[in-house]
């Protein structure tokens, strides 16, 4: 019987280990909408992630910061699914990293990167007269659309202009030189929404932003 069981180790020793998957996680989109420090403030990044030992503990983190802790994976090796937030920038736009390491084998690490934009439009000169060209600067239009400007007054979209066809690069961004209104405004406090609806919506689903311009009289 002992002879049996030594051999028995033996050969079991001998049979070839199989290798650790290298975890991996499915590409982030290029560039995330950045619109106040508060909860919610910013778009939120989505992870999906496999291959990690199963059943371990992972820690999440954004930059440098660990986010979320001590994260269970399930039997297969893939996280739970989830989000973290973009991180915050008041202007302008960055790169950040998200990292996913096993807490009990930091080899088992992998990290992507994206970007963060601030979701801003700009009207320069600041003061014009209503037929006056001025520019139209924005970014954080990220969807494969059409960039729109609703003029809104009492509630309701008095007309709409398509900015640009598609705004440019990963962040959405543009800079177009139009008239301020394309038409003779009645004088008061009109609302000017950018989105990437056609038709104008309260509250559209997608990026969006609003700004108040007063009509006075000459």
């Given amino acids: 019987m002992l002879a049996r069981l030594t051999l028995a180790a033996a050969t079991a020793s001998m049979l070839p280990t199989t290798a650790a998957a290298e975890p991996t996680l499915e590409p982030l989109r290029p560039c995330y909408d950045s619109v106040s420090p508060d909860p919610g403030g910013t778009e939120a990044v989505e992870l999906v992630g496999s291959g990690f030992t199963p059943g371990a503990l992972v820690d999440i983190f954004r930059d440098e910061e660990i986010l979320y802790p001590r994260v269970p994976v399930d039997a297969a090796g893939a996280l739970p699914a989830g989000s973290l937030p973009a991180p915050y920038v008041a202007r302008g736009r960055r790169s950040f990293t998200v990292t996913v390491t096993e807490q009990a084998n930091p080899a088992q690490t992998v990290t992507m990167e994206s970007l963060v934009t601030a979701l ?11 037929a006056t060209r001025v520019h139209f600067e924005g970014a954080g239009f990220t969807a494969p659309r059409p960039v729109y400007l609703h003029y809104v007054r009492a509630g309701r979209a008095r007309e709409t202009v398509r900015i640009v066809r598609r705004a440019s690069g990963p962040c959405g961004e543009f800079d177009v030189r139009r008239r301020q209104f394309p038409f003779l405004p009645a004088v008061g406090r009109w609302q000017l929404q950018f989105d990437q609806r056609k038709r104008w919506r309260r509250e559209p689903a997608g990026a969006f932003l609003r700004m108040r311009i007063d009509v006075q009289r000459g």
Wanted: charged share 35%; aromatic share 0%; hydrophobic share 25%.
């Fill in 120 to 130: 801003d439009v700009e009207v320069t000169p600041r003061r014009a007269t209503p």
